[in-house]
């Protein structure tokens, strides 16, 4: 097989420090996306005017963003907590069984196949260092890198305030128009749109077909969109 010479290749850099926040950024915009435009669908397709369909969706828009940010925020600082509640016991591992947890590191270097050639040289540097010793374990044993931990703060704004723009192409169009069909086709094409843009730059950040990932991104909101009218409009022929 080809094998392509290192010199023709580009380095592309990392994504860098917003790496551990992607998940709420995508989760929170796309959520707000396809929340509020399957709740307008739904209540459009119930029989509601304009103005009821807006009140409808400004409401869900609220609690929504308000309920992603809290829950983010109390998960991510569970998380945290957690993990240096781990973390200290692991410190306290160090000062009291430092032979086991030199055993267990050990384990772990074989695991990565380094062989017993090299692992006393690759232990020598943990032997007398409680703080790298308690770094390597952080890693490898619960998966804890510092620069991966994420803020509470930053994961919980990231969130709500995203929920709160991805649903803003659901709320605009019953803003400036008074039918409520003409603003669902309206808000239809916007949150589809936005969608797609979602899943293109989601593509572009791990380097995957961005044709591919916005259809996706559309073609699950317009199914859920056709099943929530469908169910308003039985929902209010029924009331």
Excluded: C
Aim: aromatic share 8%; glycine share 10%.
């Amino acid at each position: 097989m080809a094998v392509e010479d290192p010199g023709t290749l580009e380095y592309t850099p990392h994504i860098g420090e917003s790496r551990q926040y992607w998940r709420d950024i995508i989760l929170g915009v796309n959520d707000g996306l396809v929340s509020i435009f399957l709740l307008v669908a739904g209540v459009v397709g119930g029989g509601l005017d304009a103005s009821q369909v807006l009140l409808t969706a400004i409401a869900g828009s609220l609690a929504g963003a308000v309920s992603m940010a809290a829950g983010e925020y109390l998960a991510t600082k569970s998380q945290e907590e957690v993990l240096e509640a781990e973390l200290a016991l692991e410190r306290t591992h160090i000062i009291h069984f430092k032979g086991q947890e030199l055993d267990q590191l050990r384990g772990f270097f074989s695991d990565m196949e380094i062989t017993e050639d090299h692992m006393d040289g690759v232990m020598a540097g943990f032997v007398d260092n409680d703080e790298a010793l308690l770094n390597a374990m952080a890693a490898l044993e619960f998966g804890v890198i510092e620069s991966e931990r994420r803020s509470p703060y930053l994961a919980m704004a990231a969130s709500g305030l995203l929920f709160l723009v991805g649903s803003l192409p659901s709320v605009i169009p019953f803003m400036v128009l008074d039918d409520p069909g003409t603003a669902l086709l309206w808000a239809t094409a916007l949150s589809l749109s936005g969608l797609f843009l979602v899943g293109v730059i989601k593509a572009r950040v791990v380097t995957s077909h961005w044709v591919k990932a916005g259809l996706e991104n559309m073609v699950i909101a317009s199914f859920g969109g056709v099943i929530a009218w469908a169910i308003g409009r039985a929902v209010g022929a029924a009331l």
